[in-house]
């Protein structure tokens, strides 16, 4: 079945670029997204590509995506500790269903 | 604030017990979704329901079932209530397909 991989944690000093990875094995993905939940609160929708895109910068966001290795990147610029967070990379098909991975646990120091 | 509220914030039930917990989408998004959050099996997709009628279901046990009523508000009812079922239920709706709003959680412990 289709399969969502991302590392557990990731840490970065405040003011640096973070970059969050993830890998999907589902090859009729059609859109790709990414999630940020903060402690206690539920998932915000962050941003999303379509499988066609392989770019998309939204302020200080910037969602890659290679569809021939199916690798997804999510790069926040000028980390700030409001941005500690779980980030989860998810992926749909036709059913626009999101398939999610485990989170990425983001944490921010200064 | 996504607009998609979720009721109780918490419950606390024991074993073999009932629960419902309840769903209140975004104004004007027909379709709500249900998932469960669980340390062990992450996010799962539980089940989806459009305007009333079931749309797809994914990892639901048996003893789990959902409606969604005619103002659109949802409800999931989890029975035969084991330990394992301890987990931060969400709904979420969605005015696209593409696009879902997350609610902020049920946080349900069976002890």
């Known amino acids: 079945g289709e399969d969502v991989e991302q590392s557990l944690f990731l840490s970065v000093r405040e003011g640096d670029s973070s970059v969050i990875n993830c890998t999907y094995t589902?090859?009729?993905?059609?859109?790709l997204y990414w999630y940020k939940q903060e402690p206690g609160a539920g998932l915000q929708l962050l941003t999303y590509?379509?499988?066609?895109?392989d770019m998309k910068q939204d302020q200080r966001l910037t969602v890659l995506l290679n569809k021939k290795d199916k690798h997804l990147s999510l790069r926040i610029a000028d980390t700030q500790t409001g941005d500690s967070a779980i980030y989860f990379c998810?992926?749909?098909?036709?059913?626009?269903?999101?398939?999610f991975g485990r989170g990425t646990s983001l944490i921010v120091h200064p | 604030d996504s607009g998609v509220t979720q009721t109780p914030k918490h419950l606390i039930t024991a074993t073999g017990q009932r629960v419902t917990l309840r769903c209140s989408p975004r104004?004007?998004?027909?379709?709500v979704y249900w998932y469960q959050q669980s340390l062990d099996q992450g996010l799962q997709f539980l089940i989806q329901?459009?305007?009333?009628?079931?749309?797809a279901k994914g990892n639901i046990l048996e003893r789990f079932s959902a409606q969604q009523f005619p103002d659109l508000h949802s409800e999931l009812n989890l029975s035969s209530l084991e330990l394992g079922d301890s987990a931060l239920y969400f709904c979420?709706?969605?005015?696209?397909?593409?696009?879902?709003?997350f609610g902020p959680g049920t946080r349900l412990l069976v002890l």
């Open positions: 979420a709706s969605s005015p696209t397909e593409e696009t879902q709003y």
């Open positions: 589902d090859s009729s993905s059609t859109y």
């Open positions: 590509i379509f499988s066609n895109m």
């Open positions: 998810a992926e749909s098909g036709g059913s626009y269903i999101p398939t």
């Open positions: 104004s004007g998004d027909l379709s």
């Open positions: 329901y459009y305007n009333g009628e079931e749309r």
